[in-house]
């Protein structure tokens, strides 16, 4: 008796879910190639860098949007530690770092799908207090204001070292943040005068802070590769994701988001 | 001071105790073990997992003995700063009786439960250079905390100080007022009956306390990294230097939780017997 009700609910569920596939089979996503590639639906995993966060979620969005049935869940954080938890065993579909350094990791763990693809480009600006009361213009300034930058060991921070290089400046910070994030929030708390942070980050935080731009950031571009699991759980997913990103609406959202898009 | 010494002594440091009185139900035992081998085995993951070949050329580094350095003294100063603060307050919760008293409590066990990157956030409102009473403090003294090896003391001292005056307080209610009392009779001023009284009663509760906030100091790491940043030999303690290893070099952090781990069990397991009751 039992069984035979569950039975019931079963196929009634199954029925259910069918009709639900058929709506959406109807209703194609509107992007590029989309139409006849494998179906794609449950929830897509993404280890990305913390400076993504502003832009990918915003991609997460448009993303599910265009593909029904599929969820995109995040994980951001610093892209060392990102990878240090795939090499662990972590069920990730999809990786974005914030340098090839950091995705070499992964790559050399034998665990990605194909070669990673650098899919956008990041590089420093000053990052300052609203209207720049100390009048800074450049690096060379750095070394007589209170300074935060990223520690050597993330992303950001080996940008950093680079850039003051190029620019023959030494600076000695009042802290070494752990990432871009917190070098940002020392500025914007008026704990510091200026910071080495991302572009994008001056851009996402434009109500609060200013960005000064330098010439050597030139020397310091951080390139952002992205990559396929090889033991990707949802491996549509995966695929349908990375092709998302090489989309016009992908690549806009991006570019407004204050990164170069190759 | 604990235990009179005419006191008989059927089992001496516990054990050995009548057998059927002491037979332990596996009711018990089971999840005992079971809890046991879960605070156990992840450390001896660290064990197993270390580097030990490469232990010696990671650990000749400046910057671990810098840290390592750092971590010991800031912990203590937020020990001391938390006893010289902490142990009136616990007297005021246990012994004095005024409207929102529960309220009051409730707030300064809120570190406990705040995640400490907030903790440390609030101290940069408060104490940071633009902070409300920073800012006033910045241009009286020309003092800022933030990015200091004080303002590691003030946030380690932030996180550890509600261990002590919660374990001071539960001591202070357990300790008959009675002695108090008639210390009062016989003459003596409330300060008096509580450095003379008072505070040997609950001597054990004190320092049960303080190592509980020393060890909570030593590990504290997102209120710290928050207010004081990261800077070697000035703020980066043993728990940022591990984070932050971590990064590049899982290897190298092992190593430096090895050595902080050693500290703190040779230390713990050093005070145990002086200054926590073990009855």
């Given at each position: 008796?039992?069984?035979?009700?569950?039975?019931?609910?079963?196929?009634?569920?199954?029925?259910?879910?069918?009709?639900?596939?058929?709506?959406?089979?109807?209703?194609?996503?509107?992007?590029?190639?989309?139409?006849?590639?494998?179906?794609?639906?449950?929830?897509?995993?993404?280890?990305?860098?913390?400076?993504?966060?502003?832009?990918?979620?915003?991609?997460?969005?448009?993303?599910?949007?265009?593909?029904?049935?599929?969820?995109?869940?995040?994980?951001?954080?610093?892209?060392?530690?990102?990878?240090?938890?795939i090499v662990s065993g972590a069920p990730v579909d999809v990786f974005a770092a914030a340098s090839p350094a950091t995705m070499k990791t992964v790559t050399d763990a034998k665990l990605t799908g194909e070669d990673p693809r650098v899919f956008v480009r990041n590089t420093l600006e000053i990052a300052v207090a609203k209207g720049n009361p100390k009048h800074i213009g450049g690096l060379k300034d750095l070394g007589g204001v209170k300074t935060a930058l990223c520690a050597k060991e993330v992303p950001c921070g080996a940008a950093a070292v680079t850039a003051l290089k190029a620019a023959g400046v030494e600076v000695t910070p009042a802290t070494y943040e752990q990432d871009v994030k917190g070098a940002l929030t020392k500025v914007e708390l008026g704990e510091v005068d200026a910071s080495l942070v991302y572009r994008t980050d001056v851009k996402a935080d434009a109500a609060k802070i200013d960005g000064v731009e330098f010439p050597e950031s030139a020397q310091a571009v951080n390139d952002y590769p992205v990559v396929s699991l090889g033991k990707a759980p949802n491996a549509n997913g995966a695929a349908a994701f990375l092709g998302y990103l090489n989309s016009m609406d992908a690549r806009r959202v991006l570019t407004e988001a204050g990164f170069q898009v190759p | 001071m604990s235990t009179p010494r005419t006191t008989p002594a059927p089992h001496p440091r516990g054990r050995r105790r009548p057998r059927g009185a002491t037979r332990v139900p596996a009711a018990l035992l089971l999840p005992a073990l079971l809890g046991l081998a879960f605070l156990v085995l992840p450390l001896l993951g660290l064990l197993i997992r270390a580097p030990w070949s490469a232990l010696p050329a990671l650990l000749t580094g400046p910057e671990v003995w810098q840290a390592l350095r750092l971590s010991l003294i800031s912990a203590t100063a937020a020990t001391g700063v938390s006893l010289l603060l902490g142990v009136p307050l616990a007297w005021l919760l246990a012994r004095t009786d005024f409207p929102g008293r529960r309220l009051l409590r409730a707030l300064v066990t809120l570190p406990l439960v705040l995640p400490p990157v907030v903790g440390g956030v609030a101290l940069l409102l408060v104490l940071g250079r633009a902070g409300i009473v920073g800012r006033w403090l910045d241009a009286a003294t020309g003092i800022t905390l933030p990015f200091t090896t004080a303002g590691v003391v003030v946030a380690e001292t932030f996180v550890a100080m509600p261990f002590l005056v919660i374990s001071v307080e539960g001591a202070l209610r357990a300790a008959d007022p009675r002695y108090e009392e008639a210390a009062a009779t016989l003459?003596?001023?409330?300060?008096?009956?509580?450095?003379?009284?008072?505070?040997?009663?609950?001597?054990?509760?004190?320092?049960?306390?303080?190592?509980?906030?020393?060890?909570?100091?030593?590990?504290?790491?997102?209120?710290?990294?928050?207010?004081?940043?990261?800077?070697?030999?000035?703020?980066?303690?043993m728990p940022l230097a591990v984070y932050l290893a971590m990064e590049s070099d899982p290897q190298a952090a092992i190593a430096l939780s090895l050595i902080l781990l050693a500290v703190s069990i040779a230390v713990l397991a050093g005070l145990r017997d002086r200054w926590m009751s073990t009855p």
């Amino acid at each position: 008796m039992r069984s035979a009700r569950s039975l019931l609910a079963a196929t009634a569920v199954l029925a259910l879910a069918a009709a639900l596939t058929a709506c959406t089979a109807n209703n194609p996503p509107s992007n590029n190639g989309a139409q006849n590639a494998p179906k794609v639906d449950g929830t897509v995993t993404v280890f990305a860098a913390a400076s993504l966060k502003e832009s990918f979620t915003e991609l997460g969005k448009r993303f599910e949007a265009a593909y029904p049935g599929a969820k995109v869940s995040f994980n951001f954080g610093g892209s060392s530690a990102l990878a240090q938890s795939i090499v662990s065993g972590a069920p990730v579909d999809v990786f974005a770092a914030a340098s090839p350094a950091t995705m070499k990791t992964v790559t050399d763990a034998k665990l990605t799908g194909e070669d990673p693809r650098v899919f956008v480009r990041n590089t420093l600006e000053i990052a300052v207090a609203k209207g720049n009361p100390k009048h800074i213009g450049g690096l060379k300034d750095l070394g007589g204001v209170k300074t935060a930058l990223c520690a050597k060991e993330v992303p950001c921070g080996a940008a950093a070292v680079t850039a003051l290089k190029a620019a023959g400046v030494e600076v000695t910070p009042a802290t070494y943040e752990q990432d871009v994030k917190g070098a940002l929030t020392k500025v914007e708390l008026g704990e510091v005068d200026a910071s080495l942070v991302y572009r994008t980050d001056v851009k996402a935080d434009a109500a609060k802070i200013d960005g000064v731009e330098f010439p050597e950031s030139a020397q310091a571009v951080n390139d952002y590769p992205v990559v396929s699991l090889g033991k990707a759980p949802n491996a549509n997913g995966a695929a349908a994701f990375l092709g998302y990103l090489n989309s016009m609406d992908a690549r806009r959202v991006l570019t407004e988001a204050g990164f170069q898009v190759p | 001071m604990s235990t009179p010494r005419t006191t008989p002594a059927p089992h001496p440091r516990g054990r050995r105790r009548p057998r059927g009185a002491t037979r332990v139900p596996a009711a018990l035992l089971l999840p005992a073990l079971l809890g046991l081998a879960f605070l156990v085995l992840p450390l001896l993951g660290l064990l197993i997992r270390a580097p030990w070949s490469a232990l010696p050329a990671l650990l000749t580094g400046p910057e671990v003995w810098q840290a390592l350095r750092l971590s010991l003294i800031s912990a203590t100063a937020a020990t001391g700063v938390s006893l010289l603060l902490g142990v009136p307050l616990a007297w005021l919760l246990a012994r004095t009786d005024f409207p929102g008293r529960r309220l009051l409590r409730a707030l300064v066990t809120l570190p406990l439960v705040l995640p400490p990157v907030v903790g440390g956030v609030a101290l940069l409102l408060v104490l940071g250079r633009a902070g409300i009473v920073g800012r006033w403090l910045d241009a009286a003294t020309g003092i800022t905390l933030p990015f200091t090896t004080a303002g590691v003391v003030v946030a380690e001292t932030f996180v550890a100080m509600p261990f002590l005056v919660i374990s001071v307080e539960g001591a202070l209610r357990a300790a008959d007022p009675r002695y108090e009392e008639a210390a009062a009779t016989l003459g003596a001023s409330r300060l008096t009956a509580f450095r003379r009284v008072t505070l040997p009663l609950v001597a054990p509760g004190i320092g049960a306390g303080a190592v509980l906030a020393w060890a909570r100091a030593l590990g504290e790491f997102g209120a710290t990294i928050t207010f004081a940043g990261n800077f070697p030999g000035r703020t980066q303690t043993m728990p940022l230097a591990v984070y932050l290893a971590m990064e590049s070099d899982p290897q190298a952090a092992i190593a430096l939780s090895l050595i902080l781990l050693a500290v703190s069990i040779a230390v713990l397991a050093g005070l145990r017997d002086r200054w926590m009751s073990t009855p």
